[in-house]
T-cell receptor, first 116, second 116 residues
Framework: AQKITQTQPGMFVQEKEAVTLDCTYDTSDPSYGLFWYKQPSSGEMIFLIYQGSYDQQNATEGRYSLNFQKARKSANLVISASQLGDSAMYFC?????????????FGQGTRLTINP | KAGVTQTPRYLIKTRGQQVTLSCSPISGHRSVSWYQQTPGQGLQFLFEYFSETQRNKGNFPGRFSGRQFSNSRSEMNVSTLELGDSALYLCASSYFGTGLMGETQYFGPGTRLLVL
């Protein structure tokens, strides 16, 4: 079974600093997709960034980038120039199963707090 | 383009009752997945529907069921509610396929269910 591990239950960062949220995964499938979602206190899961296992380059999306180290099975999220609105829960997830399967396995999440 | 919508947003039920939650996917999305989020268990996959067929199912008892209509809208039903069913139920939709466009699931705001 595939597994996602997020080892940081909580993180506190000063506004405008960069922050790295850790995620390691375990799978025997050669093809997989990795995702990061943000969940504010309202509850909605907001998609941030995607990395495919065959993608040659690290994914980037605005202030978000994914540090993908395939050999180490890690997919850390980097948020540059953090803002107060970045305070939320962040979840790393992996698509489980064959390509096209739409089942996501989630980590336990990291609660990020941005201090002014 | 409108996002994923879920109704109702909040629900209070008593043990033994049944409940039906509704989800309308993003226009053009044909896959709908359901997840349960609790403080203790985190985010867990319930099931996924595509073209009115259940393609994947998580490890939940038979009290949890769902269906998808021809317009891709989906409902999930929980019968004989238990206290432990209190959770945030999230619905997500995707195009269905591979890569960023096909795999990425977009979530609705969720339905908060409280079972008394």
């Amino acid at each position: 079974a595939q597994k996602i591990t997020q080892t940081q239950p909580g993180m506190f960062v000063q506004e405008k600093e960069a922050v790295t949220l850790d995620c390691t995964y375990d799978t025997s499938d050669p093809s997989y997709g990795l995702f990061w979602y943000k969940q504010p206190s309202s509850g909605e899961m907001i998609f941030l960034i995607y990395q495919g296992s065959y993608d040659q380059q690290n994914a980037t999306e605005g202030r978000y980038s994914l540090n993908f180290q395939k050999a180490r099975k890690s997919a850390n999220l980097v948020i540059s120039a953090s803002q107060l609105g970045d305070s939320a829960m962040y979840f790393c997830a992996m698509r489980e199963g064959s390509q096209g399967a739409q089942k996501l396995v989630f980590g336990q999440g990291t609660r990020l707090t941005i201090n002014p | 383009k409108a996002g994923v919508t879920q109704t109702p947003r909040y629900l209070i039920k008593t043990r033994g009752q049944q409940v039906t939650l509704s989800c309308s996917p993003i226009s053009g999305h044909r896959s709908v997945s359901w997840y349960q989020q609790t403080p203790g268990q985190g985010l867990q996959f319930l099931f996924e529907y595509f073209s009115e067929t259940q393609r994947n199912k998580g490890n939940f008892p038979g009290r949890f069921s769902g269906r998808q209509f021809s317009n891709s809208r989906s409902e999930m039903n929980v019968s004989t509610l238990e206290l432990g069913d209190s959770a945030l139920y999230l619905c997500a939709s995707s195009y269905f396929g591979t890569g960023l466009m096909g795999e990425t699931q977009y979530f609705g705001p969720g339905t908060r269910l409280l079972v008394l």
